[in-house]
């Protein structure tokens, strides 16, 4: 029954938004959906419990690892500068690769290539937390993503699979976060997906968590089969979501609901 009030609540407005989806005005952080408390504990640092995430990021920024036996540190020294509006314009065109990858990929390549070690796993703690890290450097600073030319095909490919229908429930991403956000869902806020926090510490899940977490998250409620972590497709989502909110500011690490 909730099932398919839920389809009657989104697909009776479908088609309200703009074809383009949000205008620039109106879009909204996450953030701007949640509780007082919830905004409370995400501004003070010492009560943002993703800060923790960030201080083992830090750890294993000047940690030296694989057979090359080097740390970041070695090669980008202090993060606070050389990370600096980074995580910004993530993801980004890898031309040797020939497509886009996020951040999270980057720190994997650059562990492959430049320090001789195995990746770390997707969703694993140590990947969240110097994600986490390297993004807490750009906080404040607006989105660029999307601005290299080489982009734009993928860009393109990530917005197809935002609007495009899919699953039991023959939904699409637009259906919930362009034609009726700040209406409820289940008793939930329906935000905007606008992805400014990543990785963000979700009180539901008690933990940190990366954008694609919550992108597969989302694609298994709309009984679809989620893409694999590291796929082109989720890759090119966090793209388009990206450049959707391109100009708003980073909040990394969030908190959300």
Not at 92 to 116: M, T, W, Y
Request: charged share 20%.
């Amino acid at each position: 029954m909730k099932i398919a009030v839920c389809i009657a609540l989104l697909t009776a407005t479908a088609g309200a938004a703009l074809a383009d989806g949000i205008r620039q005005g109106e879009r909204r952080s996450g953030y701007s959906f949640m509780s007082a408390d919830s905004k409370a504990m995400q501004d003070e640092d010492t009560a943002n419990p993703g800060m923790l995430s960030v201080l083992d990021g830090e750890a294993l920024w000047t940690r030296k690892a694989g057979s090359a036996n080097k740390a970041c540190a070695g090669c980008h020294n202090d993060a606070s500068a050389s990370m600096k509006g980074v995580a910004a314009r993530y993801p980004a065109f890898d031309k040797a690769l020939g497509k886009p990858v996020d951040l999270e990929g980057r720190i994997n390549l650059c562990r492959s290539n430049h320090q001789q070690v195995s990746p770390f796993a997707y969703e694993s703690r140590e990947l969240l937390a110097l994600t986490a890290y390297v993004a807490r450097q750009s906080r404040g600073m607006p989105i660029t993503a999307g601005d290299d030319p080489e982009l734009a095909p993928f860009v393109e490919q990530g917005h197809a699979l935002f609007m495009q229908r899919q699953g039991q429930l023959n939904l699409g991403c637009t259906n919930c976060h362009d034609d009726n956000w700040d209406k409820k869902l289940a008793g939930s806020a329906i935000t905007q997906g606008q992805p400014t926090g990543y990785p963000l510490y979700r009180l539901e899940w008690q933990a940190l968590g990366s954008l694609q977490r919550r992108l597969r998250a989302c694609i298994t409620g709309i009984r679809a089969r989620a893409y694999d972590y590291g796929s082109p497709e989720l890759v090119e989502l966090e793209l388009y979501l990206m450049t959707r909110a391109r100009g708003m500011p980073v909040e990394t690490p969030a908190v959300r609901p």
